[in-house]
Every structure is written in C-alpha cells, then in structure tokens.
C-alpha cells in the first residue's frame, strides 16, 4: 500500500508573499526612477532651450542672462569673491539670519498658536491686533527694523521671524482647534492636568499643523533675510543681488539665486526628515505611501 504525503501551502503562500513585495519594490525604484528621469528631462529642456534661444537672439542675453554665463558668473563668485567680502561669508549671513528669524518665529508661533487656540478669550481679545499686523505689508516693516535698528543683522533677522510667525501661528491655532474634543474629555477625567493636556494630548494632535507649516516657514524666513538686506545692508546675499542689479549683471543675480535654491531645498530636506522622525507614530496618509524621495 502507498502513501502520498500532503505539500504543505505555507512554502506557497511564503513565495506568493516574498513576490508580491520584490513587485512592489521594483515598482517603487521604477516610479522612482521616472519621476527622476522627468526631473532631469524638464531642467534639461528648460536649460538647453534658454541657452538655445539666447544664442540665436531670440531672448536678449542682456536681460535674462545666458546659462553658460550664469555659470561662470558663480565660479567667478566663490572663487573671487564680491566686494562685501567672500562669497561663502555672504552665504553664510544669510543663511544666519534665516536660522535664527525662522527658529525665533517658529517657537513664538507655536506658542502664540497653542495658547490663543485652547482660551477663546485671549484669541478674541489679541486676534483683531494679531490681523492689522498681519495685515501690514512686510517691506514697510523691514524698513522700520532698519530705521530703529540699524543695517546690521537684527533686523533681517526679525523680519524673518515675522514672516514665519504668522505661517506658524495660524496653522498651530487651527490645529488646536481642531483636536478631537471626546479625547480632550478623557484625558480631563482621567486626572490629566492642564499643562499634561498640552504636552501629551493638544500638542501632538497639533504636530501635524505645525511641521506642516515648517515647510513653507524656512523659504519665507530667506525672504525676509533677503528683503532686509535689499533694503539696507553690509553683507549678505540680497544685497550681492542688488549690486547685480544696480550693475546690469543678470547672471549674477541668477547665480545668486541659484545658490538660495540650493538652500532653501537642504532645508526642505532637513524638514522632511525632521517630520518624518516626530510623526513616525502616525500613519502614512495614501499620497505619501508612495512619495519616498
């Protein structure tokens, strides 16, 4: 008499699984692999026809620059400086106010945000004050800055700070705002004291808000260290960028800008891992499952 022995399916299922996840992974670096390719695709188009168009007088070099020159005109930047200074020295002013303005606006917004958003009388008792500065066009401030303090870092770094306070402050308000009443409830019975309500409860609901305005923040801290120092200045790369100005040098200032693209995308870059680590908790929302670049 003989006997069949039954094939387990657990081998199956385990190499139905393996396969399933080596598929989604080689979609992933394919999908990956296309966005970079359409990336490098457009800045090709874009860079190839400028220079193409400037070279047959289509577009006057003159005005808008020519990417052969802005390219020499950045070497010619880092390796022989402005007459501020070394290039790297006025990089790095700006990029000092920016840092301090935006961590200045950012820790006020939270705070301002987090506190107006929990007590409805301190939102409508400073709210309408809150809107007329808000309501005041930022180059008329930064003159101000300069007129009380001078044209040295202080008021780049506020107008900085005010730029970013308010894109702070308002979505930290709203994310207060919008914290899930029934778990505030609980955490109220519970025994939970109002300062372990902000800490454990209000502020991580709100996280979402928050890092979520720090995206935008960090490039509007730049334009306000760049708007200060356009307006009046020693060092820095807003006013490289209006001596290029005032000197006819479009490629200049088209360099100029492209180092504060650089920038304000390593930021974006430090930003993105930064939420990435505070909201590892949360799930990943449908539009980001798929987004890891």
Do not use: C
């Not at 047959?56 to 880092?78: K, N, T």
């Not at 008792?125 to 044209?151: C, D, E, H, Q, T």
């Not at 820095?236 to 492209?258: C, E, H, R, S, W």
């Amino acid at each position: 008499m003989s006997t069949t022995s039954a094939v387990s399916p657990t081998p199956v299922e385990g190499g139905t699984q393996l396969s399933a996840g080596a598929a989604a992974k080689r979609a992933r670096r394919r999908r990956v692999a296309l966005v970079w390719a359409g990336r490098v695709g457009l800045a090709a188009l874009v860079i190839g026809g400028w220079q193409a168009f400037t070279t047959w007088g289509i577009v006057d070099p003159f005005f808008f620059g020519q990417p052969s020159g802005i390219a020499g005109r950045l070497a010619e930047l880092f390796r022989d400086g402005t007459e501020f200074g070394s290039f790297y020295a006025n990089i790095w002013t700006t990029i000092q106010e920016a840092l301090v303005g935006f961590a200045l606006g950012a820790v006020t917004g939270v705070v301002f945000g987090v506190a107006l958003g929990q007590s409805r009388f301190l939102a409508d008792v400073l709210g309408p004050y809150i809107k007329m500065v808000n309501a005041i066009p930022r180059i008329v401030l930064g003159s101000i800055f300069i007129v009380a303090f001078g044209i040295g870092v202080l008021p780049k770094i506020l107008l900085a700070a005010v730029l970013v306070f308010f894109i702070v402050f308002f979505n930290a308000f709203q994310g207060v705002r919008e914290v899930d009443r029934n778990i505030l409830a609980n955490a109220r019975v519970l025994g939970a004291s109002p300062s372990q309500i902000v800490r454990h409860v209000t502020v991580p609901s709100a996280l979402t808000w928050i890092i979520a305005s720090l995206h935008s923040a960090f490039g509007f801290a730049i334009v306000g260290a760049l708007v200060g120092e356009v307006l009046g200045a020693q060092s820095g790369l807003g006013l490289v960028i209006k001596t290029a100005q005032n000197n006819f040098d479009p490629n200049g200032v088209f360099a100029t800008m492209l180092v504060i693209s650089v920038i304000v995308l390593g930021a974006e870059w430090v930003i993105g891992k930064l939420e990435h680590r505070l909201l590892a908790w949360r799930p990943p929302a449908p539009s980001e499952a798929s987004n890891a670049l």
